[in-house]
Each structure stands twice: as C-alpha cells, then as structure tokens.
C-alpha cells in the first residue's frame, strides 16, 4: 500500500522538453491510469510477472500522451525489483533483457537517437538498479533458507543425537540391572529350593541356604543403589571392576549347589596375573544363570575359559530342558552381546535340539591382575 501511494505522488510530476520537472493536472482519465499503476505496484509482491508488463506499458504511454511519468516509472523500478527478487532466474533475466531494451530505446527514440543523452543513461540505469537490488535481495533470501536449513538440520542432529543416548543409556540401565539383580535373583530361587528340601531332614543345612538368600538380597539392594546413585550424582563411568580367580570359582561352586555337573577347564596363561576382566566374567556368569533357567539340571554344563595374553575366551555347552524348534535371544543374552560388541569383542549362541552353545572372544584388559 505504501509503494501505491509514492506511485499516485509520483505520476503527478513530469519532466518537459525543457528538462524541468513539473507538476501534471490530471484528467479523469489519466486518473484512472494513475490508480493502475499504483495497484500494479501494490500487487507486484504477489503478481510480480503480470504487474511488471502492466507497468510497463503505462511508462511507455508518456511518449506520446500528457499523462505525467515519473509516478509510473517508479511503478515500473517497483515491479521489476520484485520479478528480480522473486521469480525463477530465466524468467527474471529475459524480463530485465526485454525491459532493458525497451526502457533504452524508448528513451533514445525520445530524444533523437542519441544514445549518449544523460536521460538515456539515467533510463539504462532504472533497470540496472531495481535488478541489483533484486539480485542481492534473492542472494540474502538464499542465504537466509540456507541458515535456517543448517539450523533445522542440526536441531534435527542435536534431537537425534539426544535420542541415541537416551537409548544407550536405557539399554546400559537395563543391562546393568540385569547384570547386578538376575544372577542374585537366580541364587535366591536356587538357595530357596535348596532350604525347601533340606529343611526337614538338615535343618542346619537349610539355615545356611537362607543365609545364602538374605545375603543375596542385600547385594541385589547394594547393587540397585549403587546404580541409583550414579544416576543421580551423574558419575556413571564406564569404569568396570575386575574379578580375582577365587570369585570366578566361587561362582561356579554357586550353581554347582543346584547344577552339580558344572565342568570347569580353566587355562590362565597370563603372566604374573590372577585376575578375570568384568566382561569376561559376566558372560560366565551370563551362561550359567542360563543353564539354570533353561536347562537340565542333571546335565553336563562344559564351562571352557582360556585366558591369553591378548585376548579372553568362554566356551559354554549345556543341555537345555525341551528341545528348540525356534531360537530367540532374551533379554540377557542380548544386553551381554552389547557389552561384548562395546568392549571390541564377538559372541555367538547357537542351539541345534537340546544343545546350547555360547562362546565369546573378549580382548583382555589391560593391567588385569
């Protein structure tokens, strides 16, 4: 609305053969070519093309009517500006090639063919100008969608990146629960069978066994504290504890209370060390809470660790209670495949009939002792 009214100020004025501006009364009619302009020049946002021919041809009218030409060559700067600005780059450049050619020759034809006439090149400078000014404003257009892409972009990476870790550490909590709470739930249920059957015959036997199940539930209330706390004081490293020789038998000799056939092969041929690395360990631990929950219990469980100076490997065989058709990894096994993958190892469990095999490859930590 604004650009319409500079263009009915400005139609009112003219320049004369003497070159002198002055000021047009204008008729009923040419009040009417004076409200066209001004609306093509109010519209050209929108309509840019269609205002920019309409503009035109009302600047060429001058020529020949007293119709005043200022008001309707600023109309005419107007809408070229925004076809520059706003339209595709081939219809902006063949509508600045034809208007350019126009407004010159018009200009020249005007006053002799004298190409050289200031107001020619005043007239060749009317294009130039509204297409510079278009030009930088469709480069800052373009620069202004490129910033907000990037910012949506990274607002997207930031939004994915958060998700990532979000998951991670939703799996680490529910692998760590697993890992601290399972293996000690598995002792309870066992110790709990174990005090059921001795109770009438062993009492004393039987009393050992709950202490067994109290001891368990501390350490389950121990662990899911030690978890919660590390939440919230934002200390939760990835520093894992390493296990001595002794606890990995003792271990064993936990499930063996239920599962008598444990066979342990135990190779160390680290030099000067006595120690278990935490991933090693609880993939033990992993296969054997495994074998209590799934297999048979009056079956052979072949428990084989050879522990290298590079690297650590488990091999687990048990026999499970029915036989498989159909293999799908639990909770467990798949949290303890994450931390072995973390940790730049492999593993691998396969069960063909009643035959479940594990193995992992676990790279040694260093300084393990």
Not at 91 to 104: D, G, H, I, K, P
Not at 134 to 161: N, Y
């Amino acid at each position: 609305m604004l650009l319409g009214l500079f263009v009915l100020a400005g139609t009112l004025v003219e320049v004369d053969r003497q070159q002198m501006w002055v000021l047009v009364h204008p008729e009923a009619g040419v009040e009417l070519l004076i409200l066209v302009a001004a609306a093509a020049a109010a519209t050209a946002r929108t309509f840019p093309v269609p205002a920019l021919a309409v503009a035109s041809l009302l600047d060429a009218l001058p020529y020949w009517l007293p119709i005043g030409g200022a008001g309707y060559h600023l109309s005419f700067m107007i809408c070229l500006y925004m076809v520059v600005a706003r339209c595709p780059r081939r219809t902006a450049a063949l509508a600045v090639a034809t208007v350019f050619v126009l407004q010159v020759g018009l200009m020249a034809y005007d006053f002799g063919w004298l190409w050289g006439h200031f107001f020619v090149l005043l007239a060749a400078l009317s294009v130039v100008l509204p297409t510079a000014l278009g030009v930088a404003a469709r480069s800052r257009q373009a620069a202004v969608e490129a910033l907000e892409a990037r910012a949506e972009e990274a607002e997207r990476s930031r939004d994915s990146e958060a998700r990532k870790l979000l998951a991670e550490d939703r799996l680490r909590v529910a692998r760590d629960l697993h890992d601290s709470v399972a293996h000690q739930i598995a002792i309870m249920n066992l110790s709990t069978a174990v005090a059921s059957n001795l109770l009438p015959n062993r009492p004393e036997e039987a009393r050992q066994a709950l202490v067994t199940v109290r001891e368990a539930g501390r350490s389950v209330i121990a662990s899911i504290g030690d978890l919660l706390t590390g939440l919230r004081e934002d200390n939760w490293d990835d520093v894992e504890p390493d296990y001595d020789l002794a606890e990995l038998r003792n271990l064993v000799d936990e499930f063996r209370t239920l599962m008598p056939f444990i066979e342990l092969d135990l190779s160390n041929h680290r030099t000067g060390t006595h120690g278990v690395g935490a991933v090693t360990y609880l993939v033990v631990r992993e296969g054997l809470t495994n074998a209590y929950k799934h297999g048979d219990h009056d079956a052979p469980v072949h428990v084989r660790l050879h522990l290298g100076s590079e690297s650590d490997s488990v091999r687990m065989v048990n026999t499970t209670r029915h036989r498989t058709s159909g293999f799908e990894e639990g909770f467990g096994l798949r949290g303890m495949r994450e931390r072995v993958n973390a940790a730049g190892g492999r593993l691998r469990v396969s069960c063909t009939d009643r035959t479940f095999t594990m193995s992992a490859q676990v790279p040694a930590r260093v300084g393990t002792a």
